[in-house]
């Protein structure tokens, strides 16, 4: 079963700083199924990047993501105050598939 | 551009099956995987299952003993039935759409917007 692990558990920076979002997996996955979900307060989720590095449709150029075998990345250039909300990686590779990250949280101080 | 419409019942006692149904208006039924997917409150994302539209489905093995993820073409439409639930099974329940990579789901590009359901006696 591949579990994926998500850290840290929450990240407090300061607008125009960087942020760096880990996904780690249990095993060794395919990176054109590893994707970076962002959630705000009573909305569904939505994309920001697919096959680990591809940017979703409209998703600003300061959202990035990065890796391979059972590392995975997510960052975030120069954090704006709208990028305040929790970040799920999900995988398709292994089994069960569709399987989330526990999640991180980033706040802006 | 494609919606998904949710409906079902948000109030159930313990023991009661859980049954939504998710609409699929203004795109393509066929191509692509079809899912549930819950958020209990204050908590993060859980997979249930997903479907495509031959029928073909994957479940969460935590689940999977209770779940059944049906789909009916000729409406556009698919179901969610959830046995003997708990207050565990207290969540927002989202149905969703997989775009596919080599036949299979590889992100979610459309979301409902979620149906509460509740789970209390």
């Known amino acids: 079963e591949v579990v994926l692990t998500q850290s840290p558990g929450t990240l407090s920076l300061s607008l125009g700083e960087r942020a760096t979002l880990s996904c780690r997996a249990s095993?060794?996955?395919?990176?054109?199924?590893l994707v970076w979900y962002q959630q705000k307060p009573g909305q569904a989720p939505r994309v920001l990047i697919y096959g680990s590095s591809s940017r979703a449709t409209g998703i600003p150029d300061r959202f990035s993501g990065s890796g391979s075998g059972t590392d995975f990345t997510l960052t975030i250039s120069r954090l704006e105050p709208e990028d305040s909300a929790v970040y799920y990686c999900?995988?398709?590779?292994?089994?069960?598939?569709?399987?989330f990250g526990q999640g991180t949280k980033v706040e802006i101080k | 551009q494609v919606q998904l419409q949710q409906w079902g019942a948000g109030l159930l006692k313990p023991s009661e099956t859980l049954s939504l149904t998710c609409g699929v208006f203004g795109g393509s039924f066929s191509g692509y995987y079809w899912s549930w997917i819950r958020q209990p409150p204050g908590k993060g994302l859980e997979w249930i299952g997903e479907i495509n539209h031959s029928g073909s489905a994957n479940y969460n093995p935590s689940l999977k003993s209770r779940v059944t993820i049906s789909v009916d073409t000729s409406k556009n439409q698919i179901s969610l039935k959830l046995t003997s639930v708990t207050a565990a099974d207290t969540a927002v329940y989202y149905c969703?759409?997989?775009?596919?990579?080599?036949?299979?789901?590889?992100?979610?590009?459309?979301w409902g917007k979620g149906t509460t359901v509740t789970v209390s006696s």
């Open positions: 969703a759409r997989a775009a596919l990579l080599y036949q299979i789901p590889y992100f979610i590009d459309v």
């Open positions: 095993q060794r996955i395919s990176s054109s199924y």
């Open positions: 999900q995988q398709y590779a292994g089994v069960p598939r569709g399987t």
